[in-house]
């Protein structure tokens, strides 16, 4: 005997939120992720040299592209990244005082939304040599990852949006970030299906408020596919 339609209707609503559900529930000790990913591609050793470097070539990058009337949507979606990854060493590094490069890019930005380009690439041009020469030094502790971060947005070491953190867990007496990298995620604030988990020494990043960053350039999909890109 076949269901009649409203049977198959609720059938098909009850498998369409197990699936969420699930998709959704919290990743646990037993849960795999992804191969341990370990290269880097920032010259510098520490996180937050890597960031500085990361983020002095991003505003690089927006101030070359401000220069040519056509390059005006590559320019932004640098001066985007830069924001994001300045805002982190402004959440995690207050210590920075004076080398803090939050207030050169909103100044840029705010040029650049003032219809003044060439104010706002000389900005950035100076906000990336005060970085670059000399860099910032450590002068205070770098705010880790913790268990509370889960659900934050990962960027990589341009300020680049990579994915979420899904848990921070130990592992052979080490702190590991498992993020969730591509698919579809957090869509409408309930659905989250089809990601890529990712595990990354948690030592590597640098943790904001609401966002962490990762002290590589690799971007979501080269995290997906260690392997086919090779050394990230």
Do not use: C
């Amino acid at each position: 005997m076949s269901m009649t339609p409203s049977i198959r209707q609720t059938t098909a609503h009850i498998a369409a939120v197990m699936i969420v559900v699930a998709s959704a529930a919290p990743i646990t000790a037993q849960q795999s992720a992804a191969p341990l990913v370990q290269s880097a591609d920032p010259t510098s050793s520490s996180p937050l040299g890597a960031l500085v470097e990361g983020l002095a070539g991003r505003m690089n990058e927006s101030a070359r592209a401000l220069q040519v009337d056509d390059e005006r949507m590559r320019a932004t979606t640098a001066l985007d990244d830069s924001r994001r990854l300045a805002r982190v060493l402004h959440e995690a590094a207050p210590w920075l005082g004076s080398d803090d490069p939050l207030p050169a890019v909103e100044a840029a930005r705010h040029a650049l939304q003032n219809g003044d380009p060439p104010t706002a690439a000389q900005i950035l041009r100076e906000a990336s040599k005060a970085l670059q020469d000399p860099r910032p030094a450590a002068r205070g502790p770098i705010q880790p990852l913790v268990e509370n971060d889960t659900g934050i947005q990962v960027i990589n070491g341009k300020g680049q949006k990579i994915g979420k953190l899904a848990a921070v867990r130990e592992h052979n007496g080490e702190a590991q970030a498992v993020l969730k990298v591509g698919g579809v995620v957090d869509l409408f604030g309930f659905l989250d299906l089809a990601n890529t988990l990712v595990t990354v020494p948690a030592r590597e990043f640098v943790a904001g408020k609401r966002t962490a960053a990762l002290a590589r350039y690799a971007t979501a999909e080269q995290l997906q596919s260690p392997f086919r890109h090779g050394n990230l």
